[in-house]
């Protein structure tokens, strides 16, 4: 999603991001969860004591890196609990009470919704610069390159991170614009967009990269997204539908090309490589 809402909050934002390199979406990396343990033995024999030693140790170290890769690399468990998914994920809290807009029960939550900060700035910054603009604008989380996490929304609070849609839209998505969301820093931006129910509905995910420079996603950010949308599937008990800020709104600029293999695999399998 774009880090901001409006046509004319964005025009503001992007100034403030290309002068300060305030942007950021983090997703923390989640540790995966090793399904096994890769057993190595070493070859020994009885005729030279010293190599069967080498051996063995070489087979230790080959485990622990195999473990270590396991660690990293094997999705989250499904049987893991909530907490147990959001303990493998590097996630750090800075929740804003100005970011909040309103109650979001778990009958309401529908989508997850995801973003591109546009810029380079770490989440950290991105969070700073949403609060020192006086828009009120913010997602759920923001995941770094490496993916690290930093969440500034509890998941059960309306977050205003989709802003408005096109014309139809509240009826194609299944939303409703009604009285839980206070809508305070909102500005309509046109007839074609007037739109308004998806962040009652939804969790925004962040993730800084700048598309108009092409720039691939790393796997860590990847991964970390991965164990994000399972904790947030494991949260709620049910799998939200996967979308990007541009199918809400025509046009959105924090969408890039390349994430777009990514999201097709995140919508099929829920994970970014289609495992």
């Known amino acids: 999603m774009s880090v901001f809402s409006d046509a004319g909050v964005r025009g503001l934002a992007c100034a403030a991001v290309l002068a300060f390199s ?53 999705p989250v468990a499904k049987n893991m609990t909530p907490a147990e998914i959001r303990a493998t994920l ?82 194609k998505f299944g939303v409703t614009d009604e009285s839980r969301d206070d809508k305070e820093g909102t500005q309509p931006i046109g007839d074609w967009a007037p739109d308004y129910g998806m962040n009652s509905y939804s969790v925004g995910i962040e993730m800084v990269h700048k598309g108009d420079e092409h720039e691939g996603y790393p796997e860590e950010q990847l991964r970390a997204v991965d164990g994000l949308i399972a904790y947030i599937d494991a949260y709620y008990g049910f799998q939200s539908v996967i979308i990007d800020h541009n199918d809400w709104r025509t046009g959105n600029s924090d969408c890039s090309e390349e994430f777009q293999p990514y999201l097709q695999n995140l919508q099929s399998t829920r994970t970014h490589d289609g495992s």
């Open 22 to 74: 305030l942007a950021g979406c983090g997703t923390a990396p989640s540790e995966s969860v090793s399904d096994g343990v890769i057993d190595v033995t070493a070859e020994a024999t009885s005729d030279d004591a010293g190599n069967a030693d080498a051996d063995s140790a070489a087979a230790n170290d080959a485990s622990g890196d195999a473990n270590q890769h396991a660690a990293t690399e094997t």
């Open 90 to 171: 590097n996630i750090v809290e800075d929740f804003r009470d100005e970011f909040i807009h309103g109650e979001k029960p778990a009958e309401f939550q529908k989508y997850i919704v995801m973003h591109d900060t546009e810029g380079e700035g770490e989440a950290s910054n991105v969070i700073d610069w949403w609060a020192s603009n006086g828009s009120r604008v913010a997602s759920h989380f923001v995941v770094n390159k490496d993916g690290s996490i930093v969440q500034c929304v509890p998941m059960d609070k309306i977050a205003h991170h989709a802003g408005f849609g096109d014309a139809g839209h509240n009826e």
